[in-house]
């Protein structure tokens, strides 16, 4: 059962980076708070590997990288430019829909086909997200519709649900085609690289982030904690079971939300969220 201990810390490692990413999106450059928890992450995770060794790598380890950076690269930018425009316990429970999603791409992918209780599960995902946008100030039945159309916020965080749809797969090929520390090392470093070459296109985007050096060097331990963690998780637990676990990560991220950024809504945002993590479940095992 120690795959279950390493899925609780990482979903715990990752609602404390979920918070924290919000913190510092609220006053520094999105592209600048990517390159610096990237770069703080790489560092942790890199000093991980030079205590351990790094691993022999397997065949499909490049292939499987080279995808995996262009996704993640494009999550972590949408996921950041979410927090950005709205609240962290608005959007962060939207990635409860990626196991929906799976549902769509996974067809097209590997030919998989859905399960009645899949479809109990996509209809709990609906359910929720419905929950979730409702807007106390305007009643009606496709209010929250609107919302979900005029929050930009929200639209990022689809954007990067729907691209952690497509990047599941790859995430875990590479994990095994290394080890979880060369993985999360390896991918920090590469989002570091990225995201350090866009901020330095303009230099004042960085002035900011001088005040909250504290908070880039929590939230990037965080990362490297809580990617090691999944990824090591990955290697011994099922896949379906890992992520689920993973999810609790939402209603922890809604009541921090809350508790330490005084984010309203509390009653519904968590009760959307445990409808989300409830449907994200049901389509993970079944």
Do not use: C
């Amino acid at each position: 059962m120690a795959w279950f201990l390493f899925a609780l810390v990482s979903a715990a490692a990752h609602a404390g980076y979920n918070l924290s990413s919000k913190q510092l999106v609220s006053k520094v450059d999105p592209y600048v708070v990517a390159a610096l928890v990237a770069s703080v992450a790489a560092f942790f995770s890199w000093a991980v590997v030079l205590a351990t060794g790094i691993p022999a790598l397997g065949e499909k380890f490049w292939m499987a990288l080279g995808i995996e950076v262009v996704i993640e690269s494009l999550a972590l930018g949408f996921y950041l430019k979410a927090l950005e425009k709205t609240d962290v316990s608005l959007a962060v429970p939207l990635l409860a829909l990626t196991p929906a999603l799976l549902l769509v791409t996974s067809p097209v992918i590997t030919g998989e086909s859905i399960s009645s209780q899949g479809v109990l599960g996509v209809g709990l995902a609906v359910v929720g997200t419905y929950v979730l946008a409702m807007d106390p100030k305007h009643k009606g039945l496709l209010s929250p519709f609107s919302r979900l159309a005029s929050d930009s916020g929200m639209r990022w965080m689809l954007l990067t649900a729907m691209m952690y749809s497509l990047t599941a797969n790859y995430y875990k090929l590479v994990v095994v085609n290394s080890n979880a520390v060369l993985t999360s090392a390896v991918l920090e470093s590469s989002a570091a690289l990225v995201f350090s070459a866009v901020a330095l296109i303009e230099a004042k985007r960085w002035k900011p982030a001088k005040k909250m050096i504290r908070t880039v060097a929590a939230s990037g331990f965080l990362a490297s904690l809580g990617g090691i963690a999944l990824a090591t998780a990955l290697t011994t637990g099922l896949t379906p079971l890992v992520i689920s676990i993973r999810r609790l990560s939402i209603p922890a991220t809604v009541l921090l939300g809350h508790r330490v950024l005084s984010e309203g809504q509390f009653r519904q945002r968590m009760l959307a969220s445990l409808i989300l993590v409830a449907g994200a479940v049901l389509i993970l095992t079944a």
